[in-house]
């Protein structure tokens, strides 16, 4: 019976606690706006109303036979400093409206007959009374006036400021999730095609190789050593199918890690490389140096994926250029076990070595760019270790370097 595994896409629940995340950002910034406004307006509409009662405070005054001249100038201050719409409406001992109306800040058209220029002012009296409170003017317990008052232009404008940070918040959250929704699905997109095609390119040579030595078995069946050699040869290219089937499968899962040699898994690197590049370029030399016997905690198979697709970068980088080179170095640090990978080819520009990570980015025509994302991959998230470009110099070559933890020593 065949047994599927489940896959877990990478970024499902993350990136909806993202998108949670945005909405909720985007929702505190709304309210938070709201109450720092709605306490600004709470604060102007106070100063509004002091300013209010003290005109009406000004008006008590005046009406003592004490007043002074300095009282009607004060008064006038206060009125000069009034910028929200106000009215004094005079009243009788039983509280109905006598005599003209006096007004300030109102807008009224001047093109109006005065029965509607009246009409106008008896509607905003209305208008005001149900904005605040209207303060009363008296003398020795008499009502002489009220005083209708309204908000003022910055006030209003106030109180609709937190409703458009609302709206340009939700905008934000929505342009944000359809770029996030947009940039993952590509993101993906790119991840699977290329995907594919790594799954494609990695069987392509084993499969190609046996395929010449069934030609080769069908054209020597009756040479015994010849038949042997083959033998040995299709052994090799079954062990590289079940490794990449190995890798794969490994992918998305947990790999168990164990204390390796690194020297002896980049050597059976190298030993693969160096029978396909006379294939490529025959003038490039891949060369290893440092620690021989320096341990790190490894998945061997995924591994050496990781310094094949750093080599296979390098030889890619140096393409027809005579006399290239490849230098790997295995340093062993105090904290870390290091890996370095270095060529002579064309380098990277400073604005692209992050991008050189980044799933789908490629500079060969023909290129897919997963090679280097899967090897940060496979470093970081399954060996807990750092992979970064160490320097770079245009037509003078790059250096990688691998950072890998070393083996808790036991008490």
Not at 20 to 41: C, E, K, N, P, W
Not at 167 to 175: E, L, T
Not at 292 to 301: E, F, G, P, R, T
Not at 303 to 320: H, P, R, S, Y
Request: proline residues 3%; hydrophobic residues 40%; contains cysteine.
């Amino acid at each position: 019976m065949q047994q599927r595994n489940s896959v877990k896409m990478s970024g499902g629940p993350a990136s909806l606690y993202l998108k949670l995340g945005l909405l909720v950002i985007g929702l505190i910034i709304g309210f938070g706006t709201y109450l720092y406004t709605q306490l600004i307006v709470q604060q102007l509409q106070d100063r509004e109303r002091e300013l209010a009662e003290l005109f009406a405070s000004s008006f008590e005054f005046s009406t003592e036979p004490s007043a002074e001249e300095s009282d009607y100038t004060f008064r006038l201050e206060v009125i000069r400093k009034i910028d929200f719409p106000l009215i004094l409406m005079n009243v009788d001992s039983i509280g109905d409206r006598v005599g003209d109306l006096i007004y300030k800040n109102l807008k009224i058209d001047s093109t109006l007959t005065t029965i509607e220029q009246t009409d106008l002012v008896d509607k905003m009296l209305e208008e005001l009374a149900t904005i605040n409170e209207p303060i009363p003017v008296a003398h020795e317990g008499i009502l002489l006036s009220k005083i209708y008052y309204g908000d003022s232009e910055l006030v209003r404008r106030l109180q609709y400021y937190p409703y458009l940070q609302i709206v340009f918040a939700i905008v934000f959250i929505i342009i944000s999730y359809i770029s996030f929704s947009y940039l993952k699905k590509n993101e993906q997109s790119n991840i699977w095609v290329g995907m594919a095609k790594e799954t494609a390119h990695q069987l392509g040579t084993p499969i190609s190789s046996l395929m010449g030595w069934q030609e080769i078995l069908k054209m020597n069946f009756k040479e015994p050593d010849k038949v042997q050699d083959v033998a040995n040869e299709l052994s090799n290219d079954l062990d590289r199918l079940t490794k990449i089937a190995n890798r794969f499968s490994k992918i998305g899962s947990k790999p168990e890690l164990k204390s390796i040699i690194v020297y002896d898994v980049i050597c059976t690197v190298i030993e693969y490389f160096n029978r396909r590049i006379p294939h490529t370029n025959d003038s490039v030399k891949i060369k290893l140096e440092g620690d021989k016997l320096a341990v790190a905690m490894l998945n061997s198979d995924l591994f050496e994926w990781v310094v094949e697709n750093l080599i296979k970068n390098a030889l890619d980088a140096i393409g027809a250029k005579k006399n290239g080179s490849v230098s790997l170095r295995v340093l062993n640090n105090n904290k870390s076990l290091d890996i370095e990978v270095e060529d002579n080819g064309k380098g990277i520009e400073i604005n692209r070595r992050k991008d050189v990570f980044r799933p789908g980015y490629s500079t060969k025509k023909r290129g897919w760019g997963l090679g280097l994302s899967l090897a940060k991959r496979i470093i970081v998230n399954y060996h807990k270790g750092k992979l970064f470009v160490k320097n770079s110099v245009i037509d003078e070559g790059t250096t990688f370097q691998i950072s890998l933890r070393k083996p808790v020593k036991s008490s």
